[in-house]
């Protein structure tokens, strides 16, 4: 197959990215950080672009963090001025769809199997949360007595994501939610990332771990609400008028061709695959949807324009 795709290597390319864009969607693991060690002249281009007054926002799939907590990271590597109202994360997208989409009255509960991301979102939303990084969740040891094994009857939704303190009973205790009911209790995931790059490795992604509790309980999510759905393009776009006007003044940058360039591409946008996180050069090629750019990293932005 032949390559459609720009590489972005030269100056004028560069500088043609920065006249014909004024929205800039970002990935953030792979495209910015791998972890907390940060990728080369991230922070520069992104001054760059904002000293231009375009719009910066970042899109992450990584449902660990809270939007609040994403603006201390930014700060603490360095990124001065980003706020919280720049990031959009699928735990954001995730608490947004189950309150807005599904409407699910705020007397119910809803059941985490991930991290605290998920869980400050959700009960920002006005939920409350069980399960999740609760205390009680941590033990060495299974135990089927377990107090959580007496399920709430409140608990009107399920959401799995990226989990770092895996264990048997937050798996098992899922399970239990998901099949209460005749399975009738709403199942939603995170995000369906397979894996999750870290500095020159590859760890299990959020949906490695939803995979584990679709396996056992023999049900999909009902909905999975980070990149590529739609509902999260339609919450940027709802905040960013110019963009829901004219789509093709966006761009999605990322670092992965089935979530973050399928998610640009469906909302309209134009898409640049940097190779810092997840996919391969020679991969460009070889897919039939090609993203619009590609290149080695997104640094080179600010490295072709001094
Ligand atoms: C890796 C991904 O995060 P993102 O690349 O969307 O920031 C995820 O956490 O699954
Ligand atoms: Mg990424």
């Given amino acids: 197959m032949t390559i459609n795709s720009q590489k972005i290597s030269s100056r004028e390319q560069a500088e043609a990215i920065l006249d014909k864009y004024d929205y800039f969607l970002f990935d953030c693991d792979g495209v910015l950080w791998l972890g907390d060690h940060l990728l080369p002249h991230v922070i520069e281009t992104i001054d760059l672009l904002q000293s231009k007054g375009k719009t910066v926002l970042f899109v ?5 963090k809270c939007r609040e907590e994403y603006t201390k990271k930014f ?10 109202e720049q990031i959009v994360g699928s735990s954001y997208a995730t608490a947004v769809y189950i309150e807005k989409i599904m409407k699910l009255p705020k007397d119910k509960k809803i059941w985490v199997l991930g991290e605290r991301g998920i869980e400050i979102e959700l009960q920002e939303a006005g939920y409350q949360t069980l399960g999740g990084t609760d205390p009680e969740l941590n033990v060495d040891s299974f135990d089927p007595e377990h107090p959580y094994f007496n399920l709430d009857d409140d608990v009107g939704c399920v959401v799995a994501g990226l989990l770092f303190q895996v264990n048997y009973l937050k798996l098992s205790l899922t399970l239990q939610y998901l099949l209460k009911d005749n399975k009738s209790i709403p199942f939603v995931g995170t995000n369906i990332d397979s ?13 490695s771990i939803i995979e584990s509790v679709v396996f056992a309980s023999g049900r999909q999510p009902d909905a999975v609400c980070g990149k590529p759905n739609s509902g999260m393009m339609n919450t940027i776009k709802a905040k960013n008028e110019g963009l829901k006007a004219n789509p093709l003044k966006g761009l999605m940058i990322g670092d992965r061709l089935n979530t973050d360039m399928l998610f640009g591409r469906n909302g309209g946008l134009d898409t640049l695959l940097v190779l810092t996180g997840i996919e391969l050069e020679q991969l ?13 990293k997104l640094g080179v932005i600010y490295e072709l324009t001094q």
């Fill in 60 to 64: 992450t799939n990584n449902s660990t």
């Fill in 75 to 84: 700060h603490k590597l360095g990124f001065g001025s980003v706020t919280k």
């Fill in 195 to 207: 894996t999750f790059p870290m500095k020159g490795k590859l760890l299990m992604g959020a949906g």
């Fill in 284 to 296: 460009v090629s070889k897919v039939e949807q090609q993203p619009t750019y590609y290149a080695s």
